[in-house]
């Protein structure tokens, strides 16, 4: 059962929305039909602010189904060509948390490698040198904990590729918890994966000040709560 949008909103004013996507939530429409959650938004903001006709929101980035964190929505079209352009180019800070089944080889360090997404199999592979239909793909990662059994691992994405973060630290031998798709032993309930959008900074496009927001990990899977009270982060 999904927590309603309300509870979820990490910022609103009147040209954006900054919501924490729960996993299994589809940003965007896709061939499963399911209803997106631009769909809920709206009829949240219909129903809160007694709103006739339609309303407007656009999709300024998009997460994977599996993942969670923050997600950015743009509430007017000023908004909206302003943040793609903040996104194109690449001044938008995005912060990941990862768990990962294996601790990855050094505590911290910069990966860098070239992806070819096979989109008939929805997923990316990693190579360590360019080739055709490969994209150069780099990110910086932080061992933040450790438990028994896993490894909290922050990421900073230094380029946006396809499955990128998952794609990346499975070819490092340390792929997230849940991602059967990228080498995980086992599932996660619900479907989900272990990888969570948990910061996102940039200037805001009409306003002009710095926003600076950090997602809540899912409040229902005990090792996230675990992991993220051992960091001091509880938010």
């Known amino acids: 059962m999904l927590r309603q949008?309300?509870?979820?909103?990490?910022?609103?004013?009147?040209?954006l929305m900054v919501v924490n996507k729960e996993a299994g939530e589809i940003v965007q429409g896709d061939k499963t039909g399911d209803r997106a959650m631009p769909d809920e938004i709206k009829d949240f903001?219909?129903?809160r602010d007694s709103k006739p006709g339609n309303v407007f929101l656009g999709v300024t980035h998009r997460l994977d189904r599996p993942t969670s964190g923050a997600v950015v929505f743009a509430?007017?079209?000023k908004a909206l060509s302003r943040m793609n352009e903040l996104f194109r180019k690449g001044e938008v800070d995005k912060t990941y948390w990862a768990i990962t089944e294996k601790a990855p080889p050094k505590k911290e360090d910069t990966?860098?490698?070239?992806?070819?997404?096979?989109?008939?199999?929805?997923?990316?592979?990693?190579?360590?040198?360019?080739g055709e239909g490969r994209q150069e793909a780099r990110l910086r990662y932080k061992l933040l904990a450790s438990s028994d059994r896993y490894h909290l691992v922050e990421v900073e994405l230094l380029t946006g590729r396809h499955h990128q973060i998952r794609c990346q630290l499975s070819?490092?031998?340390?792929?997230?918890?849940?991602?059967?798709k990228y080498g995980a032993k086992r599932s996660n309930r619900g479907g989900g994966i272990s990888?969570?959008?948990?910061?996102?900074?940039?200037?805001?496009?009409?306003?002009?000040?710095?926003l600076n927001l950090t997602a809540p990990v899912p409040p229902e899977d005990a090792l996230w709560r675990h992991f993220e009270e051992s960091c001091g982060e509880g938010v």
Not at 171 to 180: E, H, R, S
């Open 195 to 210: 990888l969570h959008a948990r910061r996102i900074a940039f200037v805001h496009p009409v306003k002009k000040e710095e």
């Open 75 to 77: 509430k007017t079209s």
């Open 111 to 130: 990966l860098k490698n070239w992806l070819f997404r096979d989109r008939k199999k929805n997923r990316s592979f990693c190579w360590n040198e360019p």
């Open 5 to 15: 949008i309300e509870e979820r909103l990490l910022y609103e004013d009147n040209h």
């Open 45 to 47: 903001i219909a129903r």
């Open 171 to 180: 070819a490092l031998g340390c792929p997230i918890k849940g991602d059967l």
